[in-house]
């Protein structure tokens, strides 16, 4: 550890932060300190393919401990196309090396979709397709950990239309894969995950879309707490969302909720196709939240953008229209959530939970 420059308090902190994620008693820190120490750790090999890279962006970005200690000190990486210094030719002969120096014992993981269309012609590495890679290398691994919604079941990269033939590892190439999925996926999901199968000698317990349960095996909403009230009207997808998120946070100190952003179901399968629309029209929003007593927004002139805008500028260019209705519509259709807060409800709702200035932090 001191050769590493992780202090001996933040390497336990650490670990009982992996103890907590797998539902662990602190007893076990002791044990994950051994197991997280010992040299027997399995070399892993970490791919990437049709992704944005957000994944790894997730994982090198991580705090406490950062990442040189995760990588040197936790998972034992022997390749890692995004942070290796070797490149071109060379980085190629070091993966077909590292495979075949650790065949049946490394830890593959994928980031990123597979594209299978015509024969994978349009994911391309050094002259390989993708597809080609993925079936000599991920066969080899003892497991395969799928990191990320697109190498789980294709995300974004398999958004309709689809025209890669973009598939998550296991449909792409008949591979069984542990999914820890999330776009991007939490980093600490997979430093538990390996530490699991080090303390046990086998990976955790799956769900059987292939997802372990200690961190997809219950919903968002089920661990939500955030202050600034539910946002269910705002079509967050926490109740139907499988991840440890609102209880883990990002970097230990935020997720999207909490952010005053509905979650949009990144953890799932097929989620840019199934959970769109992932935002509801400002109207819609506040409907739904106020379903006793509002007013669709729609029904509104353009009097009522006088509170936030002040002045009557939008009603004298209401006035100039030759289509008034027409304009308003334009006008409501800006006041889509993803631009506003629950502030701008304030001006005219004062009265509305969750709607006054003093919930809404600057
Ligand atoms: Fe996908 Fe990851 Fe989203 Fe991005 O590698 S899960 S697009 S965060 O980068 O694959
Ligand atoms: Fe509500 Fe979404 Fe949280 S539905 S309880 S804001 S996860």
């Known amino acids: 550890m001191k050769q590493r420059l992780i202090d001996r308090r933040s390497f336990l902190k650490y670990c009982g932060t992996i103890a907590a ?18 040299d ?17 962006e997730a994982f090198l970005r991580a705090t406490d401990p950062g990442v040189a200690d995760i990588l040197l000190d936790v998972l034992n990486v022997t390749y890692h196309e995004t942070i290796q210094v070797a490149c071109g030719q060379k980085a190629e002969y070091n993966r077909d090396q590292a495979v075949a120096d650790h065949a049946g014992e490394f830890i593959c993981i994928v980031e990123g979709a597979i594209p299978t269309a015509d024969n994978g012609i349009y994911g391309m590495i050094g002259g390989r397709t993708m597809l080609d890679i993925a079936r000599a290398v991920i066969p080899q691994a003892r497991h395969t950990i799928a990191l990320g919604t697109c190498a789980a079941y294709g995300g974004l990269p398999a958004a309709q239309p689809n025209p890669t033939g973009a598939k998550g590892v296991k449909d792409a190439i008949g591979v069984d894969t542990i999914n820890i999925t999330g776009c ?20 955790p317990s799956l769900r059987p879309d292939g997802r372990p349960e200690f961190c997809h095996g219950s919903t968002v909403h089920a661990a939500c707490t955030v202050p600034h ?3 269910q009207g705002y079509n967050c997808k926490g109740p139907r969302t499988y991840n440890n998120c609102a209880s883990l946070h990002y970097n230990q100190e935020s997720w999207c909720v909490q952010a005053e952003h ?29 379903r006793a007593t509002a007013t669709p927004h729609e029904e509104q002139t353009t009097a009522s953008c006088t509170p936030c805008h002040g002045g009557d500028i939008f009603e004298k260019e209401e006035a100039r229209q030759s289509n008034p209705r027409k304009f308003q519509l334009a006008m409501h259709r800006e006041h ?14 004062p009265e509305a939970p969750g709607a006054t200035n003093e919930r809404i932090d600057d």
Not at 22 to 27: M, Q, R
Not at 184 to 203: D, E, W
Request: include cysteine.
């Open 21 to 38: 994620t797998l539902g662990l008693s602190s007893t076990m820190v002791p044990r994950i300190v051994k197991a997280l120490t010992t």
């Open 40 to 56: 027997a750790r399995p070399p892993v090999i970490w791919l990437h393919f049709a992704e944005c890279t957000g994944c790894s």
């Open 184 to 203: 991007p996926p939490h980093p600490m999901n997979l430093v538990a995950c390996i530490t699991s199968y080090l303390l046990n000698g086998r990976m």
């Open 229 to 231: 009230g539910c946002m």
């Open 262 to 290: 509905q979650c949009i179901g990144c953890s799932e399968p097929n989620f840019w196709d199934l959970n769109q629309p992932f935002y509801n029209p400002m109207w819609m929003s506040m409907f739904a939240t106020y």
């Open 336 to 349: 889509e959530i993803s631009l506003m807060t629950n502030r701008s409800c304030a001006s005219c709702h």
